[in-house]
């Protein structure tokens, strides 16, 4: 049951992102975004990991994409949409995530289950990464991951104030 309830998850995921990408309304794509880190989510219940999945909600959904939201709808016109791709860019696209994912699928696959059927070995070679990312001494990668936070808040409100402007609004 268990199990179906993943591959179900995963499915709605796949759709969603599918809508993501495809989607010619910025706003229908935000929401497919917003689907996709739900169902993100929904996995991390899955695999017991409940302060990953709070954290999840709370900072992905209930701060990034709110402010992504925000964001389209200052910088676009909500019914807008936007041109269609050209062949030759849907190509490079698809060719993209084929190469990308069989290299993801080969990764899973060297780090698959171990030899009782579960995903011990590959969460055993998770945890000194998960140390080392908490870690804010030295070779720890909090205080780089912040800073990297704090760059990408700055370009999202520079891309806004320039967007406003080009309107013949102000920022």
Request: hydrophobic letters at 60%.
């Amino acid at each position: 049951m268990r199990d179906a309830f993943f591959y179900a998850v995963g499915a709605a995921m796949l759709g969603l992102a599918a809508i993501t990408v495809l989607a010619r309304n910025l706003f229908r794509a935000a929401l497919g975004l917003l689907g996709v880190l739900l169902g993100t989510a929904v996995l991390f219940l899955l695999l017991k990991a409940e302060l990953v999945a709070l954290v999840q909600v709370m900072v992905y959904i209930g701060g990034i994409m709110i402010f992504v939201l925000y964001a389209v709808l200052l910088t676009s016109e909500l019914g807008g949409r936007m041109a269609r791709p050209s062949p030759a860019k849907l190509a490079l696209a698809a060719a993209v995530a084929a190469i990308s994912l069989g290299f993801l699928g080969r990764l899973a696959m060297r780090a698959g289950p171990g030899e009782r059927g579960d995903m011990s070995t590959a969460i055993a070679a998770l945890k000194p990464l998960g140390a080392r990312m908490l870690n804010s001494g030295p070779g720890g990668f909090l205080i780089p991951f912040e800073l990297i936070s704090l760059l990408l808040l700055a370009a999202m409100v520079g891309a806004i104030a320039v967007a406003r402007d080009g309107k013949g609004g102000s920022p």
